[in-house]
Each structure stands twice: as C-alpha cells, then as structure tokens.
C-alpha cells in the first residue's frame, strides 16, 4: 500500500514557526537539548513497557546517537525508542494546530507546567526549526506490525507524511541545517551543547563515536550506595582542578515536592568570591540553569553542587524559573536541610568543626544575618574565636564575658578587633586588664555584629581601638590625675598647635601609667556611621562620605607630659609633643610619606 498524505499544521493562522523562533526560544542552542531530551524519553518508555510485560521484544542498546554531515548540513538524533505510527505522529507532531499562533502564545506564555506543554503540543520538537529549513522525521513504532513513516515539513505551515524505509523500532529527527545556522554544524560546538545541557541524561548518548554522557550521576543514587570518594570524584567531575570541598549535603525528598541533589560546602576564605562555579538545576537530569537564586537560599549561592527537581515551575521555555509556592517550599527545605547538616557536624566533631569555621564561618554568619530561621537555628553552633586562636559558641563567650568585662552599668562589653595586626597595641593594652577580644575581622562581620547587638541582652561590641580601655569598659573607677587644671590646659594647646587638624580632638586623660603617652582612637559608633556612608548604606549614601572623625587622648599621667612641662622653651614643647604625636599615628599605620622619613631620622639622631 502506498501512503502519501499533506496537509496543514495550523488551520488558524499565518505561521507558527517565527512565532516560536522570537517568543518561546530566544537560545537557538537549546534545540539539542529539547530533541536529546525526546529521544531519551522515548528510550525510557520502551524500557517501561518492557519492564511491566507490554513489550516482549529485544531491547537492544538503548542510546541514543547524535551525529552530523557539514557536506549534507543535516544533524541527525537517533534513538532506539518507543517510535511512532503515522496516526502518532499526527497527534502529537500536528497537535499544534488544534490551537492558533495567538490564541497558543495567550493560553501558555505564562502557566507553569512546563512538562504537558511540550510534550502535549510538540513544542521541544519545534525548537528544530531555529537552526533548520527542512526537518524529516523517520520512524517505525514498537507495536507489532507498523511500518516505517516519514514526517517532513520546511517551516511552513505545511507538512506531508510517506511511506519510509527503518528496519528498527526507533526515530531519527533529521535537520536540514539553515544559512544562519551553519555554526551548528561544527564538532565543538555540538560537543560544547550536549556536554552542557545532556551531560548526566538517564540514556546513554553517543557522540562521534564516544558515548559523553554519565547516565547514572550520584544524586540520582541512594546515599547509602555511596562512599565519600564516590562524592568527592564527582565533585571533580563537575568542577576539574577545584580544591577538594569541605563536606557535602545529599538531598532527597519525595513529598510535598520531588528533589534530589547534591551540594557542596567548598572552601571560601574571608571574602565574598565572584562565583566561577555555580550550582547547577536539572529537571530529571536535563540541565536547565544555573541561576538558582529563587530555589536556593541567597546565603547559600556560594556552595556548589546540583539539584534535580522535575516540580521546579519553569516558563515553556524552560529557560527561567517561575515563582510558585513549590519553589519557597524547596528553598525552606535547603536552609533547613544545611542547618540540620551543621549542626550534626558540630555535634559530632566540634574540635573539626571548629578547624573548617574559617571556610563555613562565611555562610553561617550570612544565614543568620539574612534568616531569621536560619539564626535561630545556627546560634547554638555559630563560633567566635578571640585573639588567642579560642573558639567559643554565642552562649558560650556569653558566660565567660559576663565574669570579667561589665561595666558599671551592668553592660557585657565584647571587645574585638578588626585587625589583628595593625590594632596589637590596643590588644595588649586590654589584655593588660584581663579583658579578651574576639577576632571579627571578615568582610560580613561589620553587619553580623550590628546583628549580635539586636539579639544579646544588655551587651555592646566596641572595637578594641574605638577609646582608651578604661573608657571602653567603664569601671566607675577613675585614676587620678597629677596635673592641675592649668597644667593640662597648657599641655592640651601644644598637641593643638602641633596636630593642627580639625578632623582630630585632643583630650587629656587620665591613664595609668604604664599605658603608651597617647592614643589615636574612633569612636565606634560614629567609625560605624562613617563605614555605613562609605559603603552608601542605610540611606546615608546621599548625603556624600562623612569624614573620619579621631580623638587624640593624651595620657596625663605619663613621665613624656611631664617632661613637656618642665621645660620652658615653646619650641622644645612642641618638638617633644610631635613625637609622641607620631608614635601614636605610628601605632595606628596613620604615619606616611614625608611624616614618616623626618620621624625616622628625628629618632635616628637621638639614638
């Protein structure tokens, strides 16, 4: 019997196609992707059918082959699957001629359920038509009898159905390859496209001989199966020469949503990195994107890894997310899931957990900055470490600052440093006192202390160079001074004259007097406001950089005073006053250039 039959894919309208072209698929290189995608799908049916008894014959090699011929500018995708009939190919090929062009773009530009849409209406398999002319579909269906049809259509409206010639079940999508397409026809390129989007498909997919997929990742295996070097060459697979992650969460959940995944801590030092490697969204182990930010918690965007969820809602497309309530749901799971994780690390391995803080400091205190769920959950395992390399938890430091470090109004005071380096001598100076200091010296720690004041009780954080010790941590106990009245006036006008600097306030202070003869401090909370206006935060950005504002507190009580006011010359006054001037600006790294050469040579010549 000779079959040949025409006929008209859309009854309504001018043409899909351009349709198709400008509005679903603005990425011409996902064609492969979607035409891959059927091919393993109609693989997994057969395997299906085969499994519950509804086909009895030879399953054979069910992969999938991607092949080209630049002479000929076709590609061709060919799979062992299911196949079609003609009437099939009718349904599910023609099916978008039930709707028109307009009437279709309305109905599902905007509706979730990306997986009915594109198997419904054929439209994975329209994305051809971006790089192609002509596309032929040849197929021979599974069920007993059928013969093989051959499908063809230009891009118009237009199709027709013949008789062909395929000795096994299966499709081939031939694509007749268009002018503006022609880069499609180059082995990296189609390499380039199957690796990104087809690299871990549940069928094997052969290229150029080589079969360049994996079809059975990790995440798609029970944890239980796995080994950490199973996680960890994976891990490589996905990044290639990356240091070794840090450890790694297995996700697996199949009510109220399906997710499966694996993410990785990776080792992040004290900055925000621009990220090279991303996480990675699959729907059934196609790739979709790696833009996350909806699905994963924004403090997590630095881990690693992938997630597989076909209940992530995307555009028909495919090519973004859609925000549902699927989609909180899955982001509330991943904060908890990571919470749960941590705190199963510390609880079994506290002298390890504190050793890796360093690396995973950075997404704990983000998460707490950023969730209050997360805060709530983190604070029993969040660690601050002092100067001396201790760690303690929040509650932890909570009670050992409660002993020493109150004030006279019954304040805890937490003293920390920025800089460990450049802030030693206000270190050594508190220490002096009994008091300790915490090092918060990363770049979210400006924000994460703000945040610890809001929720400790009666408790402020001054940084350890914020005023004289005794001032940062009032006692209520005051040193006396040996200066009158007049003596300190007069000592006060030298280090005016002297400093000259309108942006600097001398005060004198009385200081025991083994302290240094003067310090260079900010108050913490106008440095604060200062850092805030640089940064352009809290609404302050507008009113231009504050300027920073320091007191200089001049020790009274030390023996470099008195020797100002025993002698009488104004010059010799002022010559002594620079000096200690200058080791106050050289203890704070505040003494440069021109300053800092005639400092050197004044103390060399006094040497």
Known sequence: MTMQEKGNI????????????????????????????????????????????????????????????????????????LGMTAEEIKKYINQIAFSGATEFVEKYKDKGDEKAIIGHFGLGFYSAFMVAERVDIVSKSYQEGSEAVKWTCDGS??????????????????????????????????????????????????????????????????????????????????YPFSEKPLFWIHLNVDYPFNLTGILYFPKVKNELQLQREKIQLYSRQVFITDEVKDVV?????????????????????????????????????????????????????????????????LFVKYGMISDEKFYDRAKDYCLVQNVDGKHFTLNEYAEFAQENQKDKNDDVIYLYTSDVNAQDTFIQSAKKRGYDVLKLDSVLDSHFINQ?????????????????????????????????????????????????DTTKVVALEAMPVDELPAVITQNEFMRRMSDMSRAGGGGMGMFGAMPNNYIVSVNANHASVAKILQTTDAEEQKKLAKQVYDLALLSQNMLTGADLTAFIQRTALAL
């Open 452 to 500: 610890l004041e809001t929720k400790l009780v009666k408790t402020s954080l001054k940084r350890v160079d914020a005023d004289t010790i005794e001032k940062l941590i009032d006692k209520g106990v005051s040193v006396d001074v040996v200066l009158s009245e007049t003596e300190k006036e007069t000592v006060k006008k030298v280090f005016e004259e002297v400093i000259n």
């Open 10 to 81: 859309s009854i309504h309208t001018e043409n899909i196609f351009p349709i198709i072209k400008k509005f679903l698929y603005s990425d011409h290189e996902i064609f492969l992707r979607e035409l891959v995608s059927n091919a393993v799908d109609a693989s997994q049916k057969i395997k299906r059918l085969a499994s519950i008894g509804e086909y009895s014959g030879e399953l054979g090699a069910l992969k999938v082959t991607v092949s080209f011929d630049k002479e000929a500018k076709t590609i061709t995708i060919s799979d062992a699957g």
């Open 297 to 361: 918690p924004e403090f997590l965007m630095l881990l690693h890894g992938v997630i597989d969820s076909p209940d992530i809602p995307l555009n028909v497309s495919r090519s973004f997310l859609q925000a549902d309530s699927n989609v909180k749901k899955i982001n509330s799971y991943i904060t908890k899931k990571v919470a749960d994780k941590l705190a199963e690390l510390f609880k079994a391995d506290r002298a390890g957990f504190e050793q890796k803080f360093d690396n995973i400091g």
């Open 157 to 238: 409206t237009e199709f027709e159905i013949s008789e062909a010639t395929r000795d096994a079940r299966g499709t081939d999508i031939i694509l007749h390859v268009a002018e503006d397409s022609l880069e499609f026809l180059e082995e990296f390129k189609l390499k380039q496209i199957l690796d990104k989007y087809c690299k871990f498909l549940p069928i094997e997919i052969e290229f150029q001989e080589k079969i360049i997929n994996n079809p059975t990742p990790i995440w798609a295996k029970s944890p239980s199966e796995l080994t950490d070097e199973d996680y960890l060459k994976f891990y490589e697979e996905l």
